[in-house]
Each structure stands twice: as structure tokens, then as C-alpha cells.
């Protein structure tokens, strides 16, 4: 005799299913319970171009590279007003002469050099601009940081959606993908303070000096 039908299999299999079923959901019950309620994020946001270029620190930092520009083209027209002495002297020596030669050398030289310092100020200014902008972007994360400790910003966002799209980019699509926010409440913004702030911390840092 079975001890089984296929009948009783089937009721049976049917029973621990739904005894199954009744414990993930008392799990799960349970677990939702024991989760903390979570409090909505405490979102601000900022517009980046517009803190660098009103921070103080910046408007000094150009100003110091506008000095050492000027600087660079004082050097650049020298040598530029010494390479027209040497093409000059060519007219004092007869063509394919040695004298014409060597001169002709010398004003090569000076073309050469003068090329080459043209190149090596322009990477070292690149190299200037990549160290200043890290440096202001630094002070910025750090100041924001205070700000959200203080206010009780759980995030503070670039707000990219107040940059303009270009007329005529080159690549619409990418233009747009590059993108992170659509739209940000104006109340959300905290630029005016952060310039504030970090202002009167350079201010403050400049005066203990």
C-alpha cells in the first residue's frame, strides 16, 4: 500500500509552499521594520564659475600671472628687437661670404632660442594655471564641507543647468549628456555664502600674515 497518492503529494507540496510563503513574509515584515525611517536628503547647490571668478584669491592669483606675463613679453620683445639687429648684419656682408655665413647662423640661433623659450613659458604658464585652479577647487570642497556641517547639507551639487549650451557645438548630444542637473531651485543655492565665506577667510589669512 502507498503511503503517498499523487493527490497527497500535491496537497502536501501545497501546504509547505504556503507555509513558505507566510514566513518570507513575516521576514520581511520584520526586516522593514527594523530598517531606521530615513530622513530626505538636505540637498544645496552652487555655481562654480561664478565662486572662482568672485573669490579674491583668484582675482590675486591673475593678477600675479598677468605680471608674469608681462613680464614674458618684455623678454620676448628683446630678443625679438636683437634677432632684427642680427637679420641687419647680413646686409653688411657679401652673400655666400663667411662672414654672411656665420652671421647668418647666429640669427638662425637666435630664431631657434627664441621659439623654444616661447614654448617652454607657454607649458610652464599651463602648468601654473592647472596648479592654481586645483588649488582654488581644494579650498572650495573644503569650505563647502564646513558649510554643510554647519547647515545640515547632506549633499552640495555644481549645478551645471545654469552653464548656457554652446549655439554651435560640435557635439549637441554630448553637450547635453555631459550634463548632471535639469533644474535646481534658486533657494537651494548657496553661492553668495560660500564667496562670502571664503573671502572672509582669505582676508582673514592675508591680515595674520
Not at 527594523?34 to 593678477?63: G, K, Q, R, Y
Request: proline letters at 2%; aromatic letters at 6%; one cysteine or more.
Amino acid at each position: 500500500m502507498k503511503l503517498f497518492t499523487s493527490r497527497n503529494r500535491v496537497l502536501l507540496l501545497s501546504s509547505c509552499m504556503l507555509a513558505l510563503a507566510g514566513f518570507m513574509v513575516g521576514v520581511q515584515a520584520l526586516a522593514i521594520h527594523a530598517l531606521p525611517l530615513l530622513s530626505p536628503a538636505v540637498v544645496a547647490t552652487i555655481d562654480l564659475e561664478t565662486t572662482i571668478n568672485s573669490l579674491d584669491e583668484w582675482a590675486e592669483m591673475l593678477a600675479s600671472e598677468t605680471d608674469i606675463g608681462d613680464g614674458l613679453q618684455s623678454e620676448v620683445k628683446t630678443r625679438q628687437e636683437e634677432i632684427e639687429l642680427l637679420e641687419a648684419d647680413l646686409a653688411d656682408y657679401p652673400s655666400g661670404s663667411e662672414k654672411f655665413k656665420e652671421a647668418f647662423k647666429r640669427y638662425q640661433m637666435a630664431g631657434i632660442e627664441l621659439q623654444g623659450y616661447v614654448q617652454f613659458q607657454q607649458l610652464k604658464s599651463q602648468q601654473r594655471t592647472s596648479e592654481l585652479i586645483l588649488k582654488v577647487y581644494e579650498k572650495i570642497k573644503s569650505m563647502a564641507k564646513q558649510l554643510a556641517d554647519e547647515n545640515g547639507y547632506d549633499i552640495i551639487l555644481m549645478n551645471d543647468s545654469v552653464l548656457e549650451i554652446p549655439e554651435n557645438p560640435e557635439n549637441i548630444v554630448r553637450e547635453i549628456s555631459n550634463r548632471r542637473i535639469l533644474f535646481a531651485r534658486t533657494q537651494m543655492d548657496i553661492t553668495d555664502q560660500l564667496i562670502q565665506r571664503m573671502n572672509a577667510d582669505h582676508q582673514a589669512s592675508a591680515d595674520s600674515k
